[in-house]
C-alpha cells in the first residue's frame, strides 16, 4: 500500500542534542512539507520541498534543517539552536505542488528531557 | 490578522443534529480550499475540497463565498464519529496555510 511512514513515533531529546526525524513516501508525490503542531494551535510550516535536491523555508525554519537527497526521503534535523522544540511533527506529501490536498504521516511526537 | 480563521469551539451537539462550521481567510488570491478532519493526536486526513459552485459528500456539505473570502462545512445527522476537530485550509501559491481547527463533539 502506498503510503507517508514517519518514525520513530515518540522520540525523547536531552538538551542540546540533535535529532533527526524520518519521513518517507512510496507514494511518488514530487512535494513534501514538515509540520509542527503546538497543543491548541494550528499546523505550522517549517520545511518544504517541491523537487529532489531543492527545499524552502516556511515560516518557522529557525532551529531546523533539512535535506531532499532522493525523492522518497525528506528528513528533519532539529538542532539544538531550536529553544523550544518539544512538539508533534508532521509530515506530508502531494503529487502536485501547485495544487491539490496533502497525505499526511502519521507525525512524531519530540519530547525535550 | 491570521491567514485563516476558525472559530475554536467546542461545538457540543446531540447525535442527529446538524451542526455548521465557518471559516475566514485573508488572502483574496487564495486559490484552492480544504476541510481537513483530525482526531485526537492523530494525524489531519483530507475530507473534502471546497468549490465555488459548493459541493456534497454524503452527510458534509461544503460551500465557498470568494466574494466574502468565506468558507463552510455543514454536518447533517451528526455521528458520535464524527467528533475530531475540523481544519480549514487554503492553499496560497505553493503551500497550505492552516486554520487552528474547531472542535466538535457529539454527544449520545
Known amino acids: 500500500d502506498g503510503g507517508i511512514t514517519q518514525s520513530p513515533k515518540y522520540l525523547f531529546r536531552k538538551e542540546g542534542q540533535n535529532v533527526t526525524l524520518s519521513c518517507e513516501q512510496n507514494?511518488?508525490?514530487?512535494?513534501m512539507y514538515w509540520y509542527r503542531q503546538d497543543p491548541g494551535q494550528g499546523l505550522r510550516l517549517i520545511y518544504y520541498s517541491q523537487i529532489v535536491n531543492d527545499f524552502q523555508k516556511g515560516d518557522i525554519a529557525e532551529g531546523y534543517s533539512v535535506s531532499r537527497e532522493k525523492k522518497e526521503s525528506f528528513p528533519l534535523t532539529v538542532t539544538s539552536a531550536q529553544k523550544n522544540p518539544t512538539a508533534f511533527y508532521l509530515c506530508?506529501?502531494?503529487?502536485?505542488?501547485?495544487?491539490?490536498?496533502?497525505?499526511f504521516g502519521s507525525g512524531t511526537r519530540l519530547t525535550v528531557v | 490578522r491570521k491567514e485563516v480563521e476558525q472559530d475554536p469551539g467546542p461545538f457540543n451537539v446531540p447525535e442527529g443534529a446538524t451542526v455548521a462550521f465557518n471559516c475566514t481567510y485573508s488572502n483574496s488570491a487564495s486559490q484552492s480550499f480544504f476541510w481537513y478532519r483530525q482526531d485526537c493526536r492523530k494525524e489531519p486526513k483530507l475530507l473534502m475540497s471546497v468549490y465555488s459552485s459548493g459541493n456534497e459528500d454524503g452527510r458534509f456539505t461544503a460551500q465557498l463565498n470568494r466574494a466574502s473570502q468565506y468558507i463552510s462545512l455543514l454536518i447533517r445527522d451528526s455521528k458520535l464519529s464524527d467528533s475530531a476537530t475540523y481544519l480549514c485550509?487554503?492553499?496560497?501559491?505553493?503551500?497550505?496555510?492552516f486554520g487552528t481547527g474547531t472542535r466538535l463533539q457529539v454527544f449520545p
Open positions: 506530508a506529501s502531494s503529487p502536485d505542488p501547485q495544487g491539490g490536498g496533502y497525505t
Open positions: 485550509v487554503v492553499r496560497s501559491t505553493d503551500k497550505l496555510i
Open positions: 507514494l511518488n508525490h514530487d512535494a
